[in-house]
């Protein structure tokens, strides 16, 4: 299964935290991609930065309408998964989803235009109560991949964790220039 994530319809500075951590969780919960509209340059640096550091082939790629990746992903056979509130209970759907091949998963910022409702093949709540696209991705793909995510090798990392018990353990990679 691939699973790319897009984001829409985020506000300028006001929620570039928030946008570098919706990519950080989709990187580290196994996302392959992440596409959202040109706010901030640098989030793509830190995604960069972090790849360098800790692995993997991340990519994020800048778009100007979500509308097109949408549509062009619905092409390529993506099945179209939107986070709402107002969507169908995770709970119940959540087998289903696992059965799907490849996933685009949608998240929104502040508003959310009324057509991704009609694009999408779900729309998926976390729960039905208002909180946070950083939440609702992490527990989606959390639901879809069963915690398999956490198994997943990012490779040519420069630093590895060994989790422990007690303190940090991190095997640091050598370089030669
Ligand atoms: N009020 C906005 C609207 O109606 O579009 C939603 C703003 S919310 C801060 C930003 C995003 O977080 C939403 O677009 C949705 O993707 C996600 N989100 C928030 N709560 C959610 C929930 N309970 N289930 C699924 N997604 C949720």
């Given at each position: 299964?691939?699973?790319?994530?897009?984001?829409?319809?985020?506000?300028?500075?006001?929620?570039?935290?928030?946008?570098?951590?919706?990519?950080?969780?989709?990187?580290?919960?196994?996302?392959?991609?992440?596409?959202?509209?040109?706010?901030?340059?640098?989030?793509?640096?830190?995604?960069?930065?972090?790849?360098?550091?800790?692995?993997?082939?991340?990519?994020?790629?800048?778009?100007?309408?979500?509308?097109?990746?949408?549509?062009?992903?619905?092409?390529?056979?993506?099945t179209?998964v939107?986070?709402?509130?107002?969507?169908?209970?995770?709970?119940?759907?959540?087998?289903?989803?696992?059965?799907e091949?490849?996933?685009?998963?949608?998240?929104?910022?502040?508003?959310?235009?009324?057509?991704?409702?009609?694009?999408?093949?779900?729309?998926?709540?976390?729960?039905?109560?208002?909180h946070?696209?950083?939440?609702?991705?992490?527990?989606?793909?959390?639901?879809?991949?069963?915690?398999?995510?956490?198994?997943?090798?990012?490779?040519?990392?420069k630093?590895?964790?060994?989790?422990?018990?007690?303190?940090?353990?991190?095997?640091?990679?050598?370089?030669?220039?």
């Open positions: 299964m691939v699973i790319e994530v897009v984001r829409i319809g985020q506000r300028l500075v006001r929620d570039d935290r928030v946008t570098t951590h919706v990519a950080l969780v989709s990187r580290a919960f196994g996302a392959e991609k992440i596409f959202m509209t040109e706010v901030n340059p640098e989030i793509k640096d830190t995604l960069e930065k972090i790849n360098g550091t800790w692995g993997g082939e991340f990519k994020l790629e800048f778009i100007d309408k979500w509308k097109s990746i949408v549509k062009k992903k619905k092409e390529e056979n993506f179209i939107h986070l709402t509130m107002y969507g169908e209970n995770i709970n119940d759907i959540q087998e289903k989803l696992q059965k091949k490849d996933l685009l998963v949608v998240v929104g910022a502040e508003k959310v235009p009324r057509e991704i409702y009609e694009l999408a093949d779900f729309n998926v709540g976390v729960g039905s109560q208002p946070s696209e950083i939440s609702a991705l992490a527990i989606l793909l959390d639901r879809i991949q069963k915690g398999k995510q956490f198994e997943r090798i990012f490779s040519d990392a630093r590895k964790i060994i989790p422990t018990k007690n303190g940090k353990n991190v095997q640091v990679k050598e370089t030669r220039d």
